[in-house]
């Protein structure tokens, strides 16, 4: 029996922390998405993963119904149990179900054996990232594997990740290329940055996980190789004692800033916004949040040379680089000319509307769950 427009319009959401967004790229996109259904109408659930003794409590969060379940640690088994808790509960309730990221793919074989619709964002190539011993490489690879077996729909964020998951012998007409979007940011308060000692223009800025595929050591080192009379301003966690993090550190400059993990939206928007420019050197992944946040800022971009920063920066929006000589040259090249700045922010903002406006990628998601 078809299932009545008001079933239709019934919505689930796994895989993340939880909403409101305060983790990454997914909780972000989450929270935006799950209050653009319920303003269209729908009813929406999001399971949250929470610490504390084993519950599970239901609430409100702006119209948006939160089952949010806890566990008494958080680690990884921890999120593999919450996982398999909210794959459960979601069998005992009505509408479809949205998973995102493949981690625990394996858990949707649930779905497809009691005929339950889910659609899942493959994410990037988690089991090619070089952070991972052996056997998380091989429980990503298996689940990547057990994502495109069991989910109705495969999601794919970039034209790369598409490609990868036809070489899964997937079926084309179950994979949907639906890249991250973001807000448009036409000002910032730069009262934010007074705390930093930053003024607007007077620095550039580098936002990334510190692991050594997002390229910062390369970057840290190319920026350090000469006086920039700039500054450069990285966020992220950087842990004494983490041999990669403490490289990171040894490499800087006097005129390199760590100011740790920014959660705060206000300002990490604001340290984006002012700075002369971005500078990103993923090189494994689809299409990377932060870069569209960029993008969406007017930012100029320096980014890694690889297939998937190319496809979301464009030609015109950004100088890119393949090595520390390369990266050396670009800043160079952005610090010493501010009309080409201009010109490169100028692109960003063109590319952020092409492809990246939140309201192109919700409506996206919504027909895709409307089939």
Not at 291 to 313: K, M, T, Y
Not at 317 to 324: H, Q
């Amino acid at each position: 029996m078809a299932a009545s427009p008001a079933q239709q319009r019934q919505l689930l959401i796994a895989g993340i922390r939880g909403v409101p967004a305060a983790h990454g790229g997914f909780e972000t996109f989450a929270h935006d998405f799950a209050l653009y259904m319920v303003d269209r109408g729908w009813q929406v659930t999001v399971f949250c993963q929470e610490v504390g003794k084993f519950a599970v409590v239901r609430d409100d969060w702006c119209g948006v119904q939160r089952v949010r379940i806890s566990l008494p640690a958080d680690n990884q088994v921890s999120t593999i149990l919450f996982d398999l808790a909210s794959t459960v509960l979601a069998l005992r309730m009505p509408g479809k179900v949205l998973v995102l990221g493949y981690n625990t793919a394996v858990f949707s074989l649930l779905y497809k054996l009691f005929g339950r619709f889910s659609a899942m964002n493959m994410d990037g190539v988690e089991w090619k990232r070089a952070k991972w011993g052996r056997l998380a490489k091989a429980w990503f690879y298996l689940n990547e594997k057990f994502g495109t077996w069991f989910s109705d729909q495969l999601i794919a964020d970039h034209p790369g990740i598409r490609r990868h998951l036809l070489g899964r012998q997937t079926d084309d007409s179950r994979i949907t290329v639906i890249p991250y979007g973001a807000r448009r940011v036409d000002t910032a308060d730069a009262a934010l940055l007074t705390p930093y000692g930053l003024q607007p223009g007077g620095y550039c800025i580098l936002i990334a996980r510190p692991e050594p595929e997002n390229s910062i050591l390369e970057i840290v080192r190319a920026f350090s190789r000469r006086k920039r009379k700039l500054q450069l301003v990285v966020l992220g966690n950087y842990v004494q004692g983490n041999a990669y993090h403490d490289a990171v550190r040894a490499a800087a400059s006097d005129e390199v800033m760590f100011v740790g993990a920014i959660y705060d939206k206000p300002v990490v928007e604001s340290l984006r916004f002012h700075s002369l420019f971005y500078l990103h050197g993923h090189t494994v992944g689809g299409t990377n949040p932060s870069l569209v946040e960029a993008l969406a800022a007017g930012s100029p971009v320096i980014a890694h040379d690889n297939e998937f920063n190319r496809w979301v920066v464009g030609e015109q929006a950004g100088l890119y680089f393949a090595n520390i000589e390369q990266c050396d040259q670009a800043i160079t090249a952005l610090c010493g000319d501010p009309a080409q700045c201009r010109a490169l922010g100028e692109a960003a903002r063109i590319r952020h509307g092409e492809v990246f406006t939140l309201e192109a990628v919700h409506g996206a998601y919504e027909a895709l769950l409307l089939r």
